[in-house]
């Protein structure tokens, strides 16, 4: 029983989130953070709880063009490869009893379009069961820093997630 989170980041505050949520779900079980770049192509048999965040361009998950953009903005980005529409894109259907959700960062309080929700939507068309709606957080500006209380707001959403899930799969057998 293990959780992986997914992330992609431009300027490292979805980093900083991602690791944050790995934190919390760290009270109930091993989470290993992964960078979009290197995460595996399908999802391994023993992970019980998948993670996926990035941030939120264009109203949605980030393009080839939304990161080259963000590139301009800064001496070097965090994701340089792919972004998780690209990932997700490459992902099997689900085959194991593996349970999902998606975060974001985002700019914008306003209900406009989401990575979170996008990515939610195609995990859900590979199979993989929800354990929780898609949650943003906010950034105060493009490049950041992330809003006071993001970091502690992602930490306790991790640490639920992480007990939800462990619950229903107690580690040992019940003899
Ligand atoms: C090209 C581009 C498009 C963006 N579009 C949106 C958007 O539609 N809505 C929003 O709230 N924020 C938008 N943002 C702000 C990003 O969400 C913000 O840069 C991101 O949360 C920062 O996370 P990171 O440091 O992990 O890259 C955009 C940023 C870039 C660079």
Redesign the pocket.
Known sequence: MRALVV???????????ARAIGEGIDASMHADVVEVGAAPDTVPADVTLLVVG???????M?WPS??R??AQ?VTA???RDRGIREWLGGLPGATTATEATTF?????S?V????ARAASRRLDRLGYPMVAAPVSFR?SD???PLVGGELDRARAWGKALGAEVAARRPSRPIS
Not at 104 to 108: A, G, I, L
């Open positions: 992330y992609e980041s431009m300027f490292g505050n979805t980093e900083t989130i990035g941030p939120t361009h264009a109203f949605g980030s939304t990161r953009d963000a903005r980005v965090v994701s974001d960062t985002r700019v914008t306003r406009t379009g989401s990575a950034v493009i490049t950041g």
